[in-house]
């Protein structure tokens, strides 16, 4: 069984810093797309950042300059770098990962649990 669990959300002053992170677990062959959504109250999920297993990122409109989002493969995490926080960025965060468990099988896509980003003063 394969798990992404997310870690490091919390309650941020505005133009604050917080780093995300996702380790996904379990029998994993490959990895392909990582990425992180968001989903604030009353709102769709929305993608925030991704990123390909070759490092190659895109962004939201509304974060582009002020998140960053990288990957270590060796690990199978993703991270989220986000700086200068607004209040309109307080959402649940969401990891996601395209995963291959098995060189015979294609790819399945994954959810983490979520973790909450609040950005208030």
């Known amino acids: 069984q394969v798990q992404l669990v997310e870690s490091g959300g919390g309650l941020v002053q505005p133009g604050g810093s917080l780093r995300l992170s996702c380790a996904a677990s379990?029998?994993?062959?490959?990895?392909?797309?990582m990425g992180w959504y968001r989903q604030a109250p009353g709102k769709e999920r929305e993608l925030v950042a991704g990123?390909?297993?070759?490092?190659?990122?895109n962004y939201a409109d509304s974060v582009k300059g002020r998140f960053t989002i990288s990957r270590d493969n060796g690990k199978n995490t993703v991270y989220l770098q986000m700086n200068s926080l607004k209040p309109e960025d307080t959402a649940v965060y969401y990891c996601?990962?395209?995963?291959?468990?098995?060189?015979?099988?294609?790819?399945?896509?994954?959810w983490g649990q979520g973790t909450q980003v609040t950005v208030s003063s």
């Open positions: 990123i390909t297993s070759d490092g190659s990122a």
């Open positions: 379990g029998y994993i062959f490959s990895i392909n797309t």
């Open positions: 996601n990962a395209d995963i291959r468990r098995r060189i015979s099988l294609g790819q399945e896509n994954y």
